[in-house]
């Protein structure tokens, strides 16, 4: 799985085409571990990076919440979080809750409920907060 992602690399450095690198990156839209999913968005954000004043910025995130979306899914999304005490689990589910729903919420939705460090800060209160935070500065 790992050699799979390599194509990022070669494409990155000019030695293979773009298109051949998203065609072995779609196999992640059935992967479940966290170390392929942690190398292809390493690869990705530099893609993202390059992207994003792009006009084709929206095809991209289209594509990675595409792709994402399994993953995303199956940890939970950001309405049930992974055991405080399994450290991987835990930044496997925020590593793929910032890119499929953006970083700034992702992490403050998990700050809030790490810091507990169990989940009886309901998801709705959560949200209540960020939205006074983000409505209210």
């Given at each position: ?8 690399d ?7 085409d ?11 839209h059935?992967?479940?571990?966290f ?35 399994p993953?995303?899914?199956?940890l ?31 992490k403050i ?7 507990l460090?169990?989940?009886a ?8 907060r ?8």
């Amino acid at each position: 799985n790992i050699k799979k992602l390599k194509a990022m690399d070669l494409a990155w450095t000019g030695q293979q085409d773009y298109s051949i690198a998203f065609d072995m990156i779609n196999y992640l839209h059935q992967e479940s571990e966290f170390i392929p999913w942690k190398s292809a968005l390493e690869n990705l954000r530099l893609v993202n990076r390059l992207l994003i004043r792009s006009p084709v910025y929206g095809v991209f995130r289209a594509y990675i919440r595409h792709i994402l979306k399994p993953i995303y899914n199956k940890l939970g999304g950001i309405t049930k979080v992974a055991d405080p005490n399994d450290f991987t689990a835990v930044k496997h589910q925020s590593m793929i809750a910032g890119w499929y729903v953006g970083n700034f919420i992702a992490k403050i939705i998990l700050m809030h409920f790490l810091k507990l460090g169990h989940v009886a800060l309901k998801l709705e209160i959560v949200l209540k907060r960020l939205w006074n935070i983000l409505i209210n500065g």
